[in-house]
């Protein structure tokens, strides 16, 4: 069967708590990501580390209730961490970072990971696709460079079938946003 690639550039989703501290205003929606009620706000934060840091990091609406921010391995190196690779909302032992707006820093504990390329569905296409949630799938790039990527079902209601990968994946096999490839199950 074959998908289309979202390519997933660094990003972070703060509680309301934290979005507040550093903004002290309404979050405003840039423009709709393609899973529906969730956007890229019009905000930016650092991230910083004893080791480096990297500006203009979007900050993704609505707020949530805990605070995730999704780096790709490059990023890490100029960070100087070493976050695990995992689903949303696993956090556990993740690395921490200091997020910078407007002259003010949090420190964000256990927030920081790099993101396990994803499939998103809703329920009735998952049904009918004969996928559960949490289901491993092998996404096969046929392009210039070929291999494999292993990705994970994540079936939400609010579920728009695409598939997830980060800029170093995307990178490695020549792919842009809106490139085919084949998911096998």
Same mark, same amino acid.
């Given at each position: 069967? !074959?998908?289309? =690639?979202?390519?997933?550039? %660094?990003?972070?989703?703060?509680? !309301?708590?934290?979005?507040?501290?550093?903004?002290?205003?309404?979050?405003? #929606?840039?423009?709709?990501?393609? &899973?529906?009620? *969730?956007?890229?706000?019009?905000?930016?934060?650092?991230?910083?580390?004893?080791?480096?840091?990297?500006?203009?990091? %979007?900050?993704?609406?609505?707020? %949530?209730?805990?605070? &995730? =921010?999704?780096?790709?391995?490059?990023? $890490?190196?100029?960070?100087?961490?070493?976050?695990?690779?995992? #689903?949303?909302?696993?956090?556990?032992?993740?690395?921490?970072?200091? =997020? /910078? @707006?407007?002259?003010?820093?949090?420190? /964000?504990?256990?927030?920081?990971? /790099?993101? &396990? $390329?994803?499939?998103?569905?809703?329920?009735?296409?998952?049904?009918?696709?004969?996928?559960?949630?949490? &289901?491993?799938?092998?996404?096969?790039?046929?392009? *210039?460079?070929?291999?494999?990527?292993? $990705?994970?079902? #994540?079936? !939400?209601?609010?579920?728009?079938?695409? /598939?997830?990968?980060?800029?170093?994946?995307?990178? @490695?096999?020549?792919?842009?946003?809106?490139?085919?490839? *084949?998911? %096998?199950?």
């Amino acid at each position: 069967m !074959k998908i289309k =690639v979202s390519i997933s550039n %660094r990003h972070v989703h703060l509680t !309301k708590e934290v979005y507040d501290k550093l903004f002290n205003k309404e979050m405003v #929606k840039d423009f709709d990501i393609s &899973q529906n009620n *969730e956007y890229a706000s019009t905000d930016y934060v650092t991230l910083k580390t004893s080791s480096g840091e990297i500006p203009h990091v %979007r900050v993704m609406g609505p707020c %949530r209730l805990y605070n &995730q =921010v999704e780096i790709s391995a490059s990023d $890490a190196y100029v960070l100087g961490i070493n976050p695990p690779v995992r #689903k949303s909302g696993d956090l556990t032992n993740s690395e921490s970072v200091y =997020v /910078l @707006a407007n002259g003010k820093e949090e420190l /964000l504990l256990n927030c920081c990971i /790099l993101a &396990q $390329a994803h499939l998103h569905l809703n329920p009735i296409e998952a049904k009918s696709l004969n996928l559960v949630d949490n &289901q491993m799938i092998d996404v096969v790039i046929d392009k *210039e460079r070929k291999g494999i990527i292993k $990705a994970f079902v #994540k079936v !939400k209601d609010n579920g728009v079938r695409d /598939l997830h990968i980060d800029r170093d994946e995307a990178n @490695a096999f020549l792919l842009k946003n809106g490139d085919e490839v *084949e998911i %096998r199950f």
